[in-house]
């Protein structure tokens, strides 16, 4: 309990201390670093020059290349958007007073530090990507999950350090939500995750459940008890401090619909790419994507 | 087209009512060419990109304007404006950037001009458009964008609130102005107000591919809408269609599985390929921030075209229907619709025709010719402008402006030599095109 205590202190005094109000407030953003964004786009471009055709080669075991029927509707399946809309507001204003200014505040320890925390996280989460890919009958990428995980948490020190990434293992995350997808479940209402944003019915379930199996598992001690009550908030001042996304940049009265347009696309495309089997029904073309 | 240019402005203003009466302006000089559509999407490429420093300090301003008209509920979240500072340490001149069409003071191009700024030492500070939503809800004295000399004193008056404030934190030693795009044509009215109010003392200005006639330029894009999506939902269904088909194979026949969660719009611009394709996303980029002044205009005017004034929309309303509804609108539906109807109410004798005249930078033509310190850089391409309009800026500025030859509507923003030229005319260096 007291450990509890200590951790909404903290939260609440770090919120504080950044707090912006008035007429007029500034507001420390990462520096930006132009040089090496350049040098990151050209690396990209060549990526993509050197990447696969756009189209899937014939017999390359993902079936016949999709169509103009397969495309979910323009409308997007939202029968909580009433709620949804409030939820998105709560966040948002929830983002500006505490979240962005503990971020704030977090980003103030060096970059060491902070990508140490964000590596020990990430090596964490393989042990859940892991189990989905296994789940998923997906054995190369579950491989490579398992792969980084032995290599970062030994070389690594702990997972502080991503040698897997400098080995070229780069990691890419799964979870309950893509082995539903898998599977052939679809995702279901759109749905907004109080304090972690936009989501589906689906992915929501699979993102409590994947919490629900760290939890269990209780990996070296680290979720339960007095270091959960720390680590936990700490993970998410991390995910919140590496995400860009700010509400209501857009300043646009539309933002809801896009951003609900864009992630539920996303969401499908994503699932296309996982499927299991082609899907042998179209989507009837008058109901609301991800119904 | 190219008589009318040498005619009088009583004659001028005649051909601006015909080409108003008209269904439409004449082409842009870039509509049709792959190279200027292409490279409008895609922009510089990296490699030809100016050097930029490897650190550039950032901080978000957020300040509240008391002329700021009141808040709809629907806009909660635009109380205060939003805009960017980057502080050199010392003393240093102050470069003010302004964004283009319905943009942010945050955007790519943005970014590429704070980065160039930056090393060539000026404290940079960058504010959105006057058609932003933001701005328009926070910062706008009308609520009704689009009017240039109006949007422009909006921009001068957030402009000197925030240079107040900066001034006991930072040393300005000079204030000098840019914008590119719709930004080009109201920092050149900003420094045209302040040559006779003497609010900041603004230097020089640099006008990056400006319209010459704004309403003229959003038709020559509604034009392009109307040829690459067409009207109703049918057209914008068929693109959407079009480019989610490619996507989702895409990411099939690829190994990866996650896209990238910023990136769905740049990935959407990735598989864009024939010219309909460039022009369609083109056309979709003006359309949508249309929506967006739309919305905002009719609300704040009271017209009720899109919001029945007597019951304002609410925050948690659904507004799927009403920007589907918006996004078959074009530009003259809001200036018949909205614009006019609230302008000519508070402008006693004024017509329609004088009202579409006035969005033409001939507001500023003879400081344009007898002021030295106007600069602009376009393309002989760029989608937004046709012969006349490129022949009145070159007959104003003379050696002031340098017209590239490619490069379309800001598709070479950012490049070594578009850098190395506003550097110039910025700094007072500028010794004409033909170096």
Not at chain 2, 49 to 58: H, N, Q, S
Not at chain 2, 181 to 205: F, P
């Amino acid at each position: 309990m007291r450990s509890r205590r200590a951790a909404t202190l903290l939260l609440v005094s770090l919120a504080l201390g950044g707090c912006a109000t008035g007429d007029f407030a500034v507001r420390t953003l990462p520096p930006e670093t132009p040089a090496a964004d350049v040098t990151a786009a050209l690396q990209a471009q060549q990526q993509r020059e050197a990447a696969s055709p756009i189209v899937p080669a014939a017999g390359s075991g993902l079936g016949p290349p999709l169509t103009d029927a397969d495309v979910p509707s323009m409308r997007t399946y939202d029968p909580w958007e009433r709620m949804n809309r409030s939820i998105y507001r709560f966040n948002a204003r929830f983002d500006e007073a505490i979240f962005l200014p503990v971020a704030d505040q977090y980003r103030r320890l060096p970059q060491p530090v902070r990508s140490g925390v964000h590596n020990f996280f990430s090596n964490l989460s393989e042990v859940v990507s892991f189990i989905n890919y296994t789940a998923q009958l997906r054995l190369a990428p579950g491989v490579r999950s398992l792969g980084r995980f032995i290599i970062n948490s030994t070389l690594g020190l702990g997972g502080l350090f991503d040698v897997a990434t400098s080995m070229h293992i780069p990691g890419v995350r799964t979870g309950l939500g893509q082995t539903l997808a898998r599977w052939g479940v679809h995702p279901g209402p759109y749905f907004v995750m109080p304090f972690l944003g936009p989501s589906t019915l689906r992915d929501s379930f699979g993102f409590v459940a994947d919490y629900g199996t760290n939890y269990t598992i209780n990996l070296g001690g680290l979720y339960q008890g007095t270091v959960g009550w720390v680590l936990t908030p700490l993970n998410v001042v991390d995910l919140r401090a590496n995400t860009s996304f700010r509400y209501y940049s857009t300043g646009s009265p539309f933002e809801y619909d896009t951003v609900r347009f864009l992630y539920v696309r996303r969401t499908l495309i994503e699932d296309e790419a996982l499927r299991w089997w082609h899907r042998a029904g179209k989507p009837a073309p008058e109901a609301p994507a991800g119904q | 087209m190219r008589f009318t240019r040498s005619l009088g402005a009583a004659l001028a203003l005649t051909h601006l009512m015909a080409a108003y009466s008209a269904p439409a302006p004449a082409p842009a000089t870039g509509l049709a060419d792959s190279e200027a559509l292409r490279a409008t999407v895609y922009g510089a490429p990296p490699q030809d990109l100016a050097a930029l420093p490897a650190r550039v300090p950032l901080e978000e301003v957020n300040i509240a304007l008391p002329w700021a008209r009141p808040l709809p509920a629907v806009l909660w979240f635009d109380r205060r404006l939003r805009a960017w500072f980057s502080a050199q340490r010392g003393a240093a001149p102050l470069a003010i950037v302004i964004s283009g069409t319905g943009a942010d003071g945050n955007t790519t191009n943005i970014s590429l001009l704070r980065g160039a700024l930056y090393g060539a030492g000026y404290h940079v500070l960058t504010i959105p458009s006057p058609t932003f939503p933001g701005f328009i809800a926070a910062a706008s004295s009308t609520g009704v964008a689009g009017d240039l000399e109006q949007d422009s004193r909006d921009v001068y008056a957030v402009a000197r609130e925030i240079v107040r404030r900066l001034r006991p934190k930072v040393e300005i030693t000079e204030i000098d102005i840019l914008g590119y795009s719709l930004g080009g044509a109201h920092a050149a009215v900003v420094k045209w107000l302040d040559a006779s109010q003497h609010e900041l003392g603004i230097r020089r200005a640099v006008m990056i591919n400006p319209p010459v006639s704004l309403f003229d330029s959003m038709e020559r894009l509604d034009q392009l809408f109307a040829s690459s999506i067409g009207q109703g939902d049918e057209g914008f269904d068929q693109l959407y269609r079009r480019v989610y088909v490619r996507l989702a194979n895409y990411y099939r026949a690829s190994d990866q599985v996650r896209v990238e969660d910023t990136n769905l719009m740049g990935a959407a611009a990735a598989v864009l390929r024939t010219d309909a394709d460039f022009s369609a996303a083109i056309a979709l980029t003006f359309r949508i921030a249309l929506v967006n002044v739309f919305y905002t205009g009719d609300l704040y005017a009271g017209t009720g075209v899109i919001s029945d004034p007597r019951h304002p929309p609410q925050p948690d309303d659904a507004t799927e229907a009403v920007f589907r509804e918006l996004l078959g609108k074009d530009f003259s539906h809001y200036f018949d619709q909205v614009f006019a109807p609230y302008y000519l109410a508070r402008r006693p004798g004024m017509t329609r025709e004088a009202l579409y005249a006035s969005s033409r930078l001939d507001l500023i033509g003879a400081a344009l010719q007898a002021d030295p310190d106007y600069y602009a850089q376009t393309n002989a391409d760029d989608l937004i402008l046709d012969e006349a309009e490129l022949e009145w800026l070159r007959a104003r500025l003379g050696s002031r402006i340098v017209v590239y030859p490619h490069g379309g509507h800001l598709g070479n923003l950012g490049e070594r030599r578009q850098v190395a030229d506003m550097l110039d005319m910025l700094g007072g260096r500028w010794a004409g095109a033909a170096r």
